[in-house]
């Protein structure tokens, strides 16, 4: 089963909105990811978890926390965002860090930000 | 610096034609991996293929069919017969060097393909 699974599939939220992004994963990865994507643009990595432990920060704005409870789950924490952080957010993960591991995704929440 | 450019932003073709997706990458890394993805309207970017830098053997799966070439630093993508659920955006990617480059995957920015029935 390769499979990552994400909720909800569609958020609308205000500037003012707190809401959470979930994924889960059961396959036994150690590493997990979350990309934002525009229209038309290839995902961007924000964060990344290895061992459930921030691997990697992109410099993204404190408005978006990632959290990650255990080694299956996955969690982007919003508050005040912005019109421009409407996107594709995708969740990824793999067996670990190294190189030649190859990412699974999930199918995105579509985020609008009003 | 880790590149992969993926010149052919869209491409059209009727049902049937075959189609070549073009990649080239930039690396200095001497192992490194390149990945190919497909993603629907949909949105979930879907595996296709991994193929690492010492193995020059080109893989046919189906009606798809990759061809790695390091002497010109290209991984290009060849569907055959091509169907209109074949229709989506193509990304080739690249990862290694270790270090910095860790848990990164570098995207080319994509190529629409649109199949006509």
Known sequence: ?114 | AQKVTQAQTEISVVEKEDVTLDCVYETRDTTYYLFWYKQPPSGELVFLIRRNSFDEQNEISGRYSWNFQKSTSSFNFTITASQVVDSAVYFCALSGGGGSTLGRLYFGRGTQLTVWP
Not at chain 1, 3 to 32: D, W, Y
Not at chain 1, 43 to 48: A, C, G, R, S
Not at chain 1, 85 to 94: G, N, V
Request: hydrophobic content about 30%; charged content about 20%.
């Open chain 1, 1 to 114: 089963d390769t499979e990552v699974t994400q909720t909800p599939k569609h958020l609308v939220m205000g500037m003012t909105n707190k809401k959470s992004l979930k994924c889960e994963q059961h396959m036994g990865h150690r590493a997990m990811y979350w990309y934002k994507q525009k229209a038309k643009k290839p995902p961007e990595l924000m964060f990344v978890y290895s061992y459930e432990k921030l691997s990697i920060n992109e410099s993204v704005p404190s408005r978006f926390s990632p959290e990650c409870p255990n080694s299956s789950l996955l969690n982007l924490h919003l508050h005040a965002l912005q019109p421009e952080d409407s996107a594709l957010y995708l969740c990824a993960s793999s067996q670990g860090l190294q190189e030649g591991y190859e990412q699974y995704f999930g199918p995105g929440t579509r985020l609008t930000v009003t």
